[in-house]
């Protein structure tokens, strides 16, 4: 029990970063540029807010919880209350270089949609999402025959806020067929720690247990050449 204790603290030390935010938030930030416009979609409590103003960024979010909001406002964030899936529709387009969605894509009822209102209100998009297509998540449906338990999945099925789970090929899937350029992309393993480049996308949507993709739409790439 205490060999296990010491092994799970060693993990969750390892998916923080030196500044203690979690690592899959520092690989955002290390998305957006010095004094860019930022729209954080399901920001929670503003922990990504406050790492991105800390580096220059001009911050703002859209929360669904009241308690998120809350939070935020304490924190001096300029946040609001809003739905991703009804919400975003009354951003203008292009008012923002930047639109986030961090761990929130799977809790949203319309994916497409919500990912195509922030291409549409952003220069860039950047999503990142708990991987369903790892290799534990699979023995766990395959062997316990049950829904999987993970730190990046802590839900019981029937509790949970996630509804639609994707894998990292799936979600590869969705940018397609939305029109999304993806500009860059990183898998991080079990340990927080960036997968190599140079591994097929079928090993990154095996050992992958999260994924962070900077998207652009295919015609602001064209425009630009």
């Not at 998305?31 to 580096?55: I, P, Y």
């Not at 911050?59 to 964030?77: A, H, T």
Request: charged content about 25%; glycine content about 10%.
């Amino acid at each position: 029990m205490l060999s296990r204790l010491k092994h799970d603290l060693t993990m969750a030390e390892a998916a923080r970063g030196p500044g203690g935010s979690r690592v899959d938030l520092l690989v955002v930030a290390d998305m957006v540029q010095h004094g860019a416009r930022v729209l954080d979609v399901g920001c929670g409590d503003g922990e990504l807010l406050r790492l991105l103003e800390s580096r220059g960024v001009d911050g703002r979010g859209i929360e669904l919880s009241r308690e998120g909001v809350n939070e935020c406002v304490v924190k001096g964030l300029a946040v609001v209350q809003g739905d991703a899936d009804t919400d975003l529709e009354d951003y203008p387009d292009d008012g923002f270089d930047f639109v986030i969605l961090s761990q929130t894509l799977q809790a949203t009822r319309r994916p497409r949609v919500v990912l195509e209102h922030m291409l549409r209100i952003g220069r860039h998009a950047i999503v990142s999402f708990p991987n369903f297509g790892h290799w534990r998540i699979r023995l766990q449906l395959f062997f316990g025959g049950h829904m999987p338990h993970t730190d990046n999945l802590p839900y019981a099925w029937y509790e949970t806020p996630n509804i639609h789970f994707c894998s990292i090929k799936d979600f590869r899937e969705l940018c397609h067929a939305v029109g999304a350029k993806m500009e860059q992309a990183v898998a991080l393993n079990a340990w927080g720690r960036r997968m190599r480049l140079k591994m097929p996308w079928w090993f990154w949507n095996l050992f992958g247990e999260q994924a962070v993709f900077l998207l652009s739409r295919q015609d602001q790439a064209a425009s630009a050449i």
